[in-house]
């Protein structure tokens, strides 16, 4: 009887155990695997690339068949802490070695409606304190 007086509060400090675990989860960290392919890098695809350009354009394809040699697939996930995973699959073609088509969920857009690209950075001249020596050479 005595043991079972001792075991009466670990017993009790278990009982609210299921509800602690409901409100305090573990941390879960942000997972991504395989080729994370950009539109950019789908825009610079062009039929009749051979296999190595593509790789340097695209890097090793995380899928690559024996059964289907000239098919290469590039798949990407990436899963938030406790949400759904995304995913992205690029799929492309080859025939004699030479880019055919590409298929999947990320797709280079067309160029007709597309505006034209915005410089990713702008040079601005600033001018030093060298222009104002030289109009006081000048006189």
Request: glycine share 8%; proline share 6%.
């Amino acid at each position: 009887m005595k043991r079972f007086l001792l075991l009466l509060p670990f017993l009790a400090a278990c009982s609210g155990a299921p509800v602690i675990t409901n409100v305090l989860t573990p941390y879960r960290i942000d997972v991504r695997q395989g080729n994370f392919v950009t539109q950019d890098m789908v825009a610079q695809l062009k039929p009749g690339l051979s296999r190595e350009q593509v790789r340097f354009i695209l890097g090793s394809p995380l899928v690559a068949d024996m059964f289907h040699a000239d098919r290469w697939d590039y798949v990407y996930r990436y899963q938030r802490g406790w949400q759904e995973a995304e995913q992205r699959i690029l799929t492309v073609f080859f025939q004699d070695n030479k880019l055919t088509r590409v298929a999947g969920d990320v797709v280079a857009e067309d160029g007709a409606g597309a505006e034209a690209p915005k410089p990713a950075a702008q040079v601005i001249v600033i001018p030093g304190p060298a222009a104002g020596t030289d109009a006081q050479e000048k006189k």
